[in-house]
């Protein structure tokens, strides 16, 4: 086995995590990515988790996108030291760790501890793993246009399903194209998509279940799913209306449809059980990303039993070399079981509460046409008195005053993704210190827009 000894003994001082993992695999390192000997490709993304960062940090916390402020982290610090943990228990021999920890097929069972946990949480007996959100939906899709025999799929308009071609539709459309409010125009969303799978698609409003009633009317017998975020989270949070989610669902039904749940952003963030839990309304299909897993490339579909034995009846495939890797579900298992507790959520929402009250006094006493939503792990500033309901409400909004905050923040030690139409998300590193700096930070800016 290669060993390269660099400054180990300083770097084991510093990152005992580290130190500890390299001594389980045998390996004295400093703990950066080229000191890992070339075994398996699992290896390599481990000792990303470990490389110190410092100053300003966009980390990555179990799944989650993480802001922290100007501060040594260590990325992911609890999954990766209760894993090493994990190994010392389970693992007293090289090659039992390797089979452990191997990105490569069979997952020793761990997949079925996941699926469980996961059954638990959205309330959906079957699942099948995957390696992103954008592979979820496109399955979740596949699968719901086996079980129905139909191919019209229903989108909403301005939401992101993943980069393959009968989800990219109208994600943002520019105003020249994006047709009438109450019938808007299915646009591709880039060169590369064939007009006839775009054709497929049909797209509705967010909140407007008459334009879903008149989209079901045009294609009798003919749409398989709607496919919707809960809770948009792609133009800043878009809330759904009381009743909105089961009505979609009561529509759907009645008409020979499926409604998918796309939680790659909801699930396991707004609540143990993602929106499925948070609005009580659980749909036929789910699927779920990289939150679930530590944020390593993973992901999930979940479902009806009766839909999902579309795959074990060879109806429809579903497969991948990667998927359900040991790696990515050992780091799932311990996500699910051991970080994302309910001590976490209730560390998530005693943040939000110092989140929501902060920002909501500082945009009253300055006056400003803001508003703040936050849910558990997640939340963001609306640029815009009144509440967005859709992509047309979304396009009223202040984008330069957005850009303006990312910039006082940036400037103020912490960082945040650009663009009104970004939230945040909440880390189990984070403290009540961290989020009342954003808070200030924002305060800041308000009296300064109002001096």
């Known amino acids: 086995m290669l060993r390269r000894r660099r400054d180990a003994g300083a770097f084991g001082a510093a990152h005992p995590c580290g130190r500890e993992l390299g ?55 609890n999954l990766w030291a209760q894993e090493v943990n994990a190994l010392h228990e389970l693992e007293s021999h090289w090659e039992r760790i390797h089979n452990y920890l191997t990105t490569l097929f069979a997952s020793q069972g761990v997949d079925d501890i996941v699926a469980e946990e996961l059954a638990k949480r959205f309330s959906l ?31 909403i308009e301005a939401s992101y399903h993943g980069h393959h071609d009968a989800l990219m539709v109208s994600v943002e459309p520019p105003p020249d194209k994006m047709g009438p409010p109450d019938a808007p125009a299915s646009v591709a969303q880039s ?52 009743g909105y989610l089961v009505g979609i669902k009561e529509m759907a039904h009645r008409n020979g449809a499926l409604l998918i749940f796309d939680e790659v952003k909801t699930g396991v963030t707004i609540a143990p059980g993602g929106a ?43 497969m991948g070399t990667f998927n359900g890797n040991p790696l990515t579900l050992a780091a799932a298992k ?22 929501q009250g902060g920002l909501d006094s500082a945009i009253a006493e300055n006056s400003l046409p803001f508003h703040v939503i936050t849910l558990a792990a997640r939340g963001g500033i609306t640029y815009r008195a009144e509440r967005v309901r859709n992509y047309r409400d979304y396009l009223t909004t ?27 998300t909440l880390s189990v590193q984070h403290s009540q210190e961290d989020v009342q700096r954003y808070v200030d930070n924002f305060t800041e ?3 300064d827009l109002r001096a």
Not at 334 to 355: G, N, R, S
């Open 23 to 77: 001594d389980a695999l045998g390996v004295v390192t400093d703990g950066s990515i080229r000191d890992i000997p070339m075994i398996a490709p699992g290896f390599q993304m481990l000792a990303a988790a470990i490389v110190p960062s410092h100053a300003y940090v966009h980390a990555v916390d179990f799944g989650l996108d993480v802001e922290v402020a100007d501060r040594p982290v260590e990325v992911a610090p």
């Open 445 to 447: 800016m308000a009296r």
């Open 125 to 155: 007996p079957q699942w099948r793993f995957t390696n992103s959100g954008t592979e979820s939906t496109l399955d979740a899709v596949r699968i719901a246009r086996g079980f129905t025999g139909r191919e019209r799929l229903v989108k």
């Open 191 to 242: 060169e590369g998509i064939p007009k006839a799978v775009v054709e497929l698609t049909t797209v509705v409003p967010f909140n407007d279940l008459p334009a879903l009633e008149r989209a079901f009317k045009r294609y009798p017998d003919d749409i398989a799913a709607v496919i919707v975020e809960p809770a948009m989270m792609n133009l800043g949070i878009v809330l759904p209306d009381a």
């Open 276 to 318: 499925t839990e948070r609005f009580g309304v659980v749909p036929d299909l789910i699927a779920l990303a990289k939150a679930i897993g530590g944020g390593l490339p993973c992901g999930a579909v979940g479902g009806r039993q009766d839909v999902m034995a579309v795959i074990e009846d060879k109806r429809v495939a579903q």
């Open 334 to 355: 311990v996500t699910l079981q051991d970080i994302l507790t309910p001590k976490a959520y209730a560390h998530f929402d005693a943040l939000a509460e110092v989140l």
């Open 398 to 424: 202040d984008k330069q005053t957005a850009y303006l905050s990312w910039l006082y923040q940036c400037n103020r030690g912490v960082l945040m993704a650009p663009g009104a139409e970004e939230n945040w």
